[in-house]
């Protein structure tokens, strides 16, 4: 009985060694890449982690929920347990860190615009071992600020492939301090927002820990940029918001889109010379990064470019367009309207989407307070990642799940990205190729679970609001 006693009033600490467990088995297991074991072995594996860190994620969560003095210690040496532990695990989900390597790689040694020259036109590639077969025939898909990190980062590593490997790794982890540090201190300035929750939600995540830290992808380094320029409205130092965000959009384009509302934003608190002003040095600081590989500028692989992000993969498109394949399939008279049909989702999702912006840049206060800034800013991103792009991976969750956990805990759409960030997990299994299920299984749904309870709290709130004025009544003597 006491041990069961002891097990109950430290079950956080329990779950954080538990998770840790699973982490240490998995870098065990990685540890000489993910290609020496079958697809099937690999995919039981896959199952194994998210049977185990799911559960333990969300009994984790309702532990500091329940608990009267927020476990912070707690929190915060298991999340540096497990991100250390996550730290040592072998990419083996995405070969995308591999080919950040790569860029950086062909700017530093062969002294290459990646933005115009593919990794396959460099002369004898496949005997250097910095460089590895991916994408090797499309041109660089990110910002210019990311290719200068990836130049600097390869220029430190100087040759020695895991080395790179681990810096490339090693400023997730800077960026994953970070976005834990400003949602602690934005707990400070909203009292709405629960720090050791959001720092839990942020920090043990298996989401975050498994795509960002163990298979190296680069939507933290944007995802810290955005929190910075929102905890910047936050502390009224309005005249950063602007060049934060620019910066952010040359890591990933994303938050080029939260520009406008930014100007606007800063218009109305600090007025027109501050906005001018900061949109100056966001220019300049566009030109500095932008102009070595800007020179090349008549031979920029554009087109490439934007058949790359607009690949049509584990989408609301991707699902759209599989539905019509498959009707098309029983009803062969609609197979020639397959390119019809594809353009016609493009464009209605586009169309809307820019409809979508202009109001929510129009629809604006003239006290336009930084809590509305960052709610809009965190719609706009997730109508953007979630909904509109015609791809989208798991990992993309990574760039909006800071900004959502620094919006307040009874908003739906903070609850609605949490609830999808953890369905997410699920795309180290076959669901990642499971092109109709995917994004059924891993957005729509944990959506209409969302909603569902949503409208069932306010149904309930709805209605002891109906009864507390005859109650007070009655208790009113004559």
Partial sequence: ??????????????????????????????????????????????????????????LGYKQVKAAAEPPLRTILVFAALLCALAFLIFPFHSTDVFGYINRGWQQSHYGLNPYVHRLADTPNWQQDPMLTTHWIYNPNPYGFLFSWLTLIICRIGNGHWLLTLALFKAVNVLAYAGIGWILWITGKHWASIKPASALYLFLWNPLVLMHEIANGHNGLLTAVMVAIAVYCAIVRRYFWIIPLLML??????????????AFIFVVKRTGWRTAILSTAVAIALAAAVSVPYLRDWRVLKLVDMMDNATLVDNSLHSLLIHIFENLARVFTVLAPLHTAVNAAIKIALRAGFLCFLCYEYLRTPVDFRARLFARK???????????????????????ILPLALMMDERDWLRTLIV????????????????????????????????????????????????????????????
Avoid: H
């Fill in 1 to 58: 009985m006491r041990a069961l006693e002891l097990v109950k009033n430290n079950s956080l600490t329990v779950y954080g060694a538990l998770a840790a467990l699973v982490y240490l088995i998995a870098a065990i297991f990685y540890r000489n890449g993910p290609q020496v074991y079958s697809r099937t072995s690999r995919e039981l594996f896959a199952w194994f982690c998210c049977l185990t860190l799911l559960p333990l994620f969300w």
């Fill in 248 to 261: 952010a959009g040359f890591l990933k384009f994303a938050p080029f889109v939260l520009l406008p509302l």
């Fill in 377 to 399: 800013s965190l719609l706009i991103l997730f109508v953007l990642i979630c909904v509109v792009s015609s791809k989208f991976n798991a990992w993309y969750l990574s760039m």
């Fill in 419 to 478: 609830a999808i960030s953890g369905a997410e997990l699920l795309s180290l299994t076959f669901f990642k190729q499971a092109y109709m299920l995917n994004y059924f299984a891993m957005v729509l749904l944990p959506a209409w679970f969302v909603f569902r309870s949503y409208r069932r709290a306010t149904t309930r709130n709805l209605a002891t609001s109906a009864a507390v004025p005859s109650t007070a009544c009655d208790a009113v003597p004559s």
